[in-house]
């Protein structure tokens, strides 16, 4: 099993749609989770932390289960500049693993 | 300054030779990651260096591969003998802390090996 993977994509979803993206990670002892946006030939940029009891930024909601090892963001509204891939981060140790990302095309 | 800075942004070289990429992280962060990314791919782990500890070099895909940091600031990530898969995105970030979500990634240094 991989150690962070996420929904393949790509998801296109028309302006205004609800979207959500799923993680799951394989070492039980992770703490930190996090996930981040990346533009087309783009560095990608820190999204929004993922607290356990679960929290919300905006239009974006992330959620955390510990017990099924998954994280999950939700973006409501969505706009054309979302269009992006969404990259899942968990912590192994000191280190900090990306999954393969799932990538949005919001469509007019 | 007021953010990771990477340098060249983009380095075209000789399979063979070898290459040096550099990166000035964020003033007084702590933690310094080097992750590269193949087109199309996701982020693959390299290297991490937090403050004066010894560096996690465990994603370092082979001794061609070796990076230092001097005086806990900048750092810079060495390829010998550059080879075609080397060519990728090479991407550094920093963190005030080991925190990981903290972190700002530079810019990158596009590599290609011909």
């Known amino acids: 099993r991989k150690e962070v993977e996420q929904d393949p994509g790509p998801f296109n979803v028309p302006e205004g749609a609800t979207v959500a993206f799923n993680c799951t990670y394989s070492?039980?002892?992770?703490?930190?989770f996090f996930w981040y946006r990346q533009d087309c030939r783009k560095e990608p940029k820190l999204l929004m932390s993922?607290?356990?009891s679960g929290n919300e930024d905006g239009r974006f909601t992330a959620q955390l289960n510990r017990a099924s090892q998954y994280i999950s963001l939700l973006i409501r509204d969505s706009k054309l500049s979302d269009s992006a891939t969404y990259l899942c981060?968990?912590?192994?140790?000191?280190?900090?693993?990306f999954g393969p990302g799932t990538r949005l095309s919001v469509l007019p | 300054g007021a953010g990771v800075s990477q340098s060249p942004s983009n380095k075209v070289t000789e399979k063979g030779k070898d290459v040096e990429l550099r990166c000035d992280p964020i003033?007084?962060?702590?933690?310094l990651y080097w992750y590269r990314q193949s087109l199309g791919q996701g982020l693959e782990f390299l290297i991490y260096?937090?403050?004066?500890?010894?560096?996690?070099k465990s994603g370092l895909p082979s001794d061609r591969f070796s990076a230092e940091r001097t005086g806990g600031s900048v750092s810079t990530l060495t390829i010998q003998r550059t080879q075609q898969e080397d060519s990728a995105v090479y991407l550094c970030?920093?963190?005030?802390?080991?925190?990981?979500?903290?972190?700002?990634f530079g810019s990158g240094t596009r590599l290609t090996v011909v």
């Open positions: 070492n039980s002892a992770s703490q930190s």
């Open positions: 970030a920093s963190s005030p802390t080991m925190a990981g979500g903290g972190y700002t």
């Open positions: 260096f937090q403050g004066n500890s010894a560096p996690d």
């Open positions: 981060v968990v912590n192994y140790g000191q280190n900090f693993v």
């Open positions: 003033s007084g962060h702590t933690a």
């Open positions: 993922v607290y356990s």
